[in-house]
């Protein structure tokens, strides 16, 4: 079935350190992909999407690329702030599915 | 203006109650979701409508009930609450049940059952 494997955190990282966060993916059929961010008591926000491979998706300084041969997208950041401090969901959608498939989610925390 | 307004934002409760989450979305969409998230903040499908139909009803306990009067809104309600009901429970619509389009989310509703 379709599903997303993400990069299990929590992560922690010093301002202006460079970040990643892995995600890959199962899916039948050619999915969509995404990046939301959760801040901490609020709804999730989209970040940023990709809709077919080699797309890439960028918003805020975030970037990820759709690679279809390795079933993969990766969040990258060169230089973390203090505010980007959130919960990072990778999730996918298929073009024949009703809903989203989310990953656990990985925790980032950046410091001063 | 807020485009997935979910009513109430904090909910406690005493077991056995019954309680209702309101959803509104202004957005036109077709499709409306609930989502539950636990507190390791895994998020988990619990039903999606499109155009007032069910189209996924995962399993859930029937003491949850979802019901869509109109393709704007999206209510669940829950009968006899348990303590394992405690969670925060995203409503989310998006433009068609699948495709490229990305899901909005309200603001959730965090329930505590005592």
């Not at chain 1, 993916?25 to 959760?38: I, R």
């Not at chain 2, 109430?8 to 509104?24: A, R």
């Not at chain 2, 979701?33 to 390791?40: A, G, V």
Request: net charge negative; proline share 4%; with cysteine.
């Amino acid at each position: 079935g379709d599903s997303v494997t993400q990069m299990e955190g929590p992560v922690t990282l010093s301002e202006e350190a460079f970040l990643t966060i892995n995600c890959t993916y199962t899916a039948t059929g050619y999915p969509s992909l995404f990046w939301y961010v959760q801040y901490p008591g609020e709804g999730l926000q989209l970040l940023l999407k990709a809709t077919k491979a080699d797309d890439k998706g960028s918003n805020k300084g975030f970037e990820a690329t759709y690679r279809k041969e390795t079933t993969s997208f990766h969040l990258e950041k060169g230089s973390v702030q203090v505010s980007d401090s959130a919960v990072y969901f990778c999730a996918l959608r298929t073009n024949t599915g009703n809903q989203f498939y989310f990953g656990t989610g990985t925790s980032l925390t950046v410091i001063p | 203006d807020t485009a997935v307004s979910q009513t109430p934002k904090y909910l406690v409760t005493q077991m056995g109650n019954d309680k209702s989450i309101k959803c509104e979305q202004n957005l036109g969409h077709d499709t409306m979701y609930w989502y539950k998230q636990d507190s390791k903040k895994f998020l988990k499908i619990m039903f999606s409508y499109n155009n007032k139909e069910l189209i996924i009803n995962e399993t859930v306990p029937n003491r949850f009930s979802p019901k869509s009067p109109d393709k704007a809104h999206l209510n669940l309600h829950i009968n006899s609450l348990e303590l394992g009901d405690s969670a925060v429970y995203f409503c989310a619509s998006s433009q068609d049940p699948g495709g490229s389009t990305e899901a909005f989310f309200g603001q959730g509703t965090r329930l505590t059952v005592v």
